[in-house]
């Protein structure tokens, strides 16, 4: 649990000057920021290699706030100026500042790793201090809140090309403790803001354990039903194992025929994804990048009825299958499965997307490499498929649907919670750099 901090005063204040600062303790001096500063200056135009010695912070490498060495790139040289191969070199306690693009700019990283293989390029801007006036960390987190303040006092440009402007960054003023104070409000924010970390990481991993065991009880609802007295046997299927005794395993040609009949201009459009499955709506052209490429005539998309079961070929091995809710029309990419019988789609989407069956998909797709992979109807159709009566299949889906709310409920929570320590951190952090909260 996070301890709330007992709130503290300093003797006195001064108005600052400054509109978004408001007043500061007295003792304290408002500098600009190049006053403090050995170095404000953009990084340099890396020349991208497969693999090298030098290695490039942009910012993606620490817009998500850390740094994201996994997907570091890399560089053919070392950065240089004319003589001075420093230039555009990252050193330990150097503040980081992206510094172009609408809802990237003004996020802030502090290199707490020493390494000089490491170079910013163009987009990120190094800012370094000068002791005895600067402790870096307690400049990191005065910028670090000061998102929206880079954002609106410090970058002009449209909303894509938006850049920070150096002059005026310089020129930023701040309040400045003295170097002792600076270093105990560092001190005590890595102490407070770490327990906080620690915190939302518990939070996390709890919504995490939450989805896992939704695919649990999902995957054994599907494979053995939710009555934990019936008698088992064997499946005869690896990836199934076992499952009540009056239960079938049969290939889809017996469920499912395919469904290939053309749409028409009055149906919607439909889409199949990995995340959520068949859509029962359109995508707008905002959410779907490829909406302004489709073909203008419809006659190629295929038509699709509720209950039938319609999968991207080129995507089922990630598991892009779904049940069909609404009347409407999909791409010629998309292969459509018409029941034959009396069956619930609803039940057979969420065993088709459980690991087990996306794995199945995966083995009889066609293709040389992950991203050829096809999964025709030729091949859909030998799938091994878990069949119970339909009367429990549609139980089946009532049991799935109440624990999907309920962990849904749980996970909703977890948000919140995580929500309102990150507003806490920022809060906290705003209040002990501007000194409305004195520490010790």
Avoid: C
Avoid at 133 to 159: C, M, P, R, W
Avoid at 291 to 312: C, M, Q, T
């Amino acid at each position: 649990m996070v301890q709330t901090i007992k709130i503290q005063k300093y003797p006195a204040y001064k108005p600052s000057g400054v509109e978004w600062l408001g007043e500061i303790p007295e003792h304290w001096d408002l500098k600009k920021l190049k006053v403090v500063t050995s170095l404000i200056n953009r990084g340099v135009t890396p020349n991208y290699v497969e693999s090298s010695n030098f290695k490039v912070i942009n910012q993606a490498t620490f817009s998500k706030g850390y740094f994201d060495f996994q997907n570091i790139k890399f560089t053919k040289e070392k950065a240089f100026s004319g003589l001075n191969f420093s230039k555009g070199i990252v050193e330990k306690n150097d503040i980081l500042l992206a510094s172009t693009g609408g809802g990237v700019l003004g996020k802030v990283a502090f290199v707490d790793f020493e390494d000089n293989t490491y170079q910013a390029d163009s987009h990120v801007t190094i800012i370094r201090g000068s002791e005895p006036e600067f402790v870096s960390k307690y400049h990191y987190y005065i910028l670090s809140i000061s998102f929206d303040l880079i954002n609106g006092l410090l970058a002009q440009g449209s909303t894509n090309q938006t850049e920070l402007q150096r002059d005026w960054l310089r020129d930023l003023k701040l309040p400045i403790p003295s170097f002792p104070e600076q270093t105990a409000i560092a001190q005590f924010l890595d102490r407070k803001t770490a327990l906080i970390e620690l915190a939302i990481g518990i939070k996390e991993k709890q919504i995490e354990l939450l989805k896992e065991r939704r695919q649990i009880l999902i995957h054994r609802a599907v494979t053995r039903g939710i009555n934990p007295n019936v008698k088992l046997k064997e499946s005869g299927v690896e990836w199934i194992g076992e499952i009540p005794e009056h239960w079938e395993v049969v290939s889809n040609r017996i469920l499912f025929k395919e469904r290939n009949e053309p749409g028409n201009d009055s149906l919607t459009i439909l889409s199949v994804s990995i995340h959520t499955a068949v859509s029962s709506e359109e995508l707008s052209d905002e959410d779907n990048i490829r909406g302004k490429i489709r073909i203008e005539d419809k006659s190629n998309y295929k038509l699709v009825e509720p209950n039938d079961i319609a999968f991207n070929m080129m995507r089922a091995w990630q598991g892009a299958i779904g049940a069909v809710r609404v009347n409407g029309m999909v791409s010629p990419a998309y292969v459509v499965a018409e029941p034959i019988g009396p069956i619930s789609a609803d039940f057979f989407e969420y065993q088709y997307r459980t690991s087990g069956f996306i794995q199945q998909m995966d083995r009889f797709s066609k293709g040389i490499t992950d991203f050829r992979k096809r999964l025709y109807w030729n091949e859909f159709k030998q799938l091994k498929t878990i069949l119970p009566p339909l009367s429990e299949q549609k139980e089946i889906i009532t049991y799935i649907e109440t624990i999907k709310t309920k962990i849904a409920t749980a996970i909703s929570l977890k948000d919140q919670e995580i929500e309102k320590l990150k507003e806490y951190k920022a809060s906290l952090i705003n209040e002990v750099v501007t000194g409305k909260i004195k520490i010790g």
